[in-house]
């Protein structure tokens, strides 16, 4: 495989002004609001920062906060690791705006270092970091 296997991520969420407030203080970014790609399906999504120039495929994956009837945040089968210069100042972010800490920094060995936050919706996210 040439390039990163995973394009997108969706985040779901009951209450997107509350979940966009929490990432967007834990990463200290901006989400940017796209409008339903399938306009007979209601939702509300708002975007990660992302390289569009270089293309999502190839230098990681895009996503989004998703609002839409039928998805519920909560417990799942998988976890989404977000990249941090230091997974201990986003895992304390995390606690700071309404989330918590599942899994506190621990190392990973040679990988760097890794922690699991719950977000202001329930979702359990991963945050790593070489340092």
């Not at 990432?23 to 339903?36: R, T």
């Not at 309404?98 to 506190?104: L, M, P």
Request: glycine share 12%; with cysteine.
């Amino acid at each position: 495989m040439k390039f990163n296997p995973v394009v997108h991520f969706e985040i779901y969420v009951e209450n997107m002004q509350r979940a966009k407030a929490f990432y967007q203080a834990l990463f200290d970014i901006k989400l940017e609001h796209m409008p339903s790609p399938t306009p007979e399906v209601e939702m509300e999504m708002w975007f990660f920062p992302m390289d569009k120039e270089n293309g999502m495929s190839y230098y990681g994956a895009g996503g989004s906060l998703v609002k839409m009837d039928g998805f519920t945040p909560g417990g799942g089968g998988t976890l989404v690791y977000f990249g941090c210069e230091d997974c201990a100042v986003q895992a304390e972010r995390a606690k700071a705006n309404g989330g918590s800490i599942q899994q506190e920094k621990m190392s990973i060995g040679a990988h760097g270092f890794c922690a699991v936050v719950r977000d202001s919706e329930g979702n359990l996210i991963g945050l790593h970091s070489m340092a």
